[in-house]
């Protein structure tokens, strides 16, 4: 069965840190990726998304990701928190299977804490 | 314009009672889809719906739950004989078309089985 993997269930950073979140997936075939951030009493929003192309997907409030093929990750990055990113992080994937809907399979999440 | 929309937004039932969970998806999306997310997990996919027609139900967890969107919008989610491990935060999502569109999501019904 496929899965998603996110190394870190919480992380801890004072402001202007660099972020790094890891995702892994489980599935040999072609797929599409999502990181989806869910702020304090909000609901689910897409952060970004990677389907073909340059590996390298920028999203909103300066975030970007990298598609590795080879090594099945789908790493988030920011250069330099702010607290306004306190938020749990959930990386997504959506194996391109027959039928071309859009199931998604998603990690266990990643609770950061941005100290001011 | 209007997001997609739960209701209710808190449900607490007594273990055997029946319960119903309301989605309305964006106009004109396609694509609906439920998601059951446990506290501390990810969500995890419940079914799905393409237009009025439920495609896939393979997460669904026992033959007790029972999604239906008849007209092809508004979709209901529902749990009968409600067990505590029934407790969890159940999303709605909807997307335009049926492949490769975002998801967006509600805000979610947390349901609390006592």
């Known amino acids: 069965a496929q899965s998603v993997s996110q190394h870190n269930h919480h992380v801890i950073l004072s402001e202007a840190a660099s972020l790094e979140l890891g995702c892994n997936y489980s599935?040999?075939?072609?797929?599409?990726l999502f990181w989806y951030v869910q702020y304090p009493g909000q609901h689910l929003q897409l952060l970004l998304k990677?389907?073909?192309?340059?590996?390298l997907v920028k999203g909103i409030k300066g975030f970007e990701a990298e598609f590795i093929k080879s090594k099945f990750s789908f790493n988030l990055r920011k250069p330099s928190v702010q607290w306004s990113d306190t938020a749990e992080y959930f990386c997504a994937v959506n194996p391109r299977l027959s039928g071309g809907y859009n199931k998604l399979i998603f990690g266990a999440g990643t609770r950061l804490a941005v100290h001011p | 314009g209007a997001g997609v929309s739960q209701s209710p937004r808190y449900k607490v039932a007594k273990r055997g009672q029946d319960v119903a969970l309301r989605c309305d998806p964006i106009s004109g999306h396609v694509s609906l889809f439920w998601y059951q997310q446990a506290l501390g997990q990810g969500p995890e996919f419940l079914t799905y719906?393409?237009?009025?027609?439920?495609?896939?139900k393979s997460g669904l967890p026992s033959d007790r739950f029972f999604a239906e969107r008849p007209e092809g919008s508004v979709s209901t989610l529902k749990i009968q004989r409600t067990q505590q491990e029934d407790s969890a935060v159940y999303l709605c999502?909807?997307?335009?078309?049926?492949?490769?569109?975002?998801?967006?999501f509600g805000p979610g019904t947390r349901l609390t089985v006592l």
């Open positions: 990677y389907f073909s192309g340059d590996p």
């Open positions: 999502a909807s997307s335009l078309g049926t492949s490769g569109d975002t998801q967006y």
């Open positions: 719906f393409q237009n009025e027609a439920q495609l896939d």
């Open positions: 599935y040999g075939g072609t797929v599409n």
